[in-house]
């Protein structure tokens, strides 16, 4: 059986992960590494740094050590360390955000960028630039923070959360061809979203099994 770890920066997106992960990819070994304290260093630096790189790159290290046959890297804010934690590791490592950008640059022009998390805007904002000049796409991004779900999650207040990220969602995509979800956090949200504007609203949980398929199932 083939066996990926999942590397993560906070305990909230394991069970979402997971959940997904066992659903859709059922002959795959999903195990998880967790260390939160990546995330308050990236926090506290505003910025990648080499100690981050050297960090992720351990994690994932430790993920082969335990019998994977590659990685998915599940924190937006982490995406551009990707390409540097490749070059010192010998399987492959997958930002679990890349999938859900490719497949919305192929199908929009205007495209709005949800997140509860500020440390996700510039990095979402690098790897949309990576995917549409690979693509060849000129596209729009459109981000836009939810400037107090973040903490009301943290604290245990999931319908305060909830009810900020679905209006926020839905006021953007009265600007937007469709939006996507920044972090896997927030992904549960579009379950709560009116039936006719749920086709416009992207998670990378609705892309990522398909590709950790195509690579190695």
Known sequence: MRRVGLIHSTRLVIEPVQRVMARQCPDIDFFHLLDEGILRKLTASGQITPEIIQWLAEMVLSAKRAGADMAVVSCSSLSP????VQERVDIPVLRIDAPMM??????AKR?????????TKAPSKILFQEVSQKLGRDVTLVPRLCPHAFAK???GDIPGHDLEVIKT??????????????????ARVKDSLPGAIQGRVFSSLDFIAPEINKLIG
């Not at 495209?111 to 440390?119: A, E, F, R």
């Not at 006021?171 to 896997?184: F, G, K, P, T, Y």
């Open 81 to 84: 360390c990707v390409p540097a």
């Open 102 to 107: 490719e497949h919305a640059v192929i199908h």
């Open 111 to 119: 495209i709005g960028l949800v997140m509860t998390n500020p440390t």
């Open 153 to 155: 999650l943290n604290q």
């Open 169 to 186: 969602v839905e006021d953007l995509l009265a600007e937007v061809d469709v939006v996507m979800l920044a972090q896997i956090s927030i």
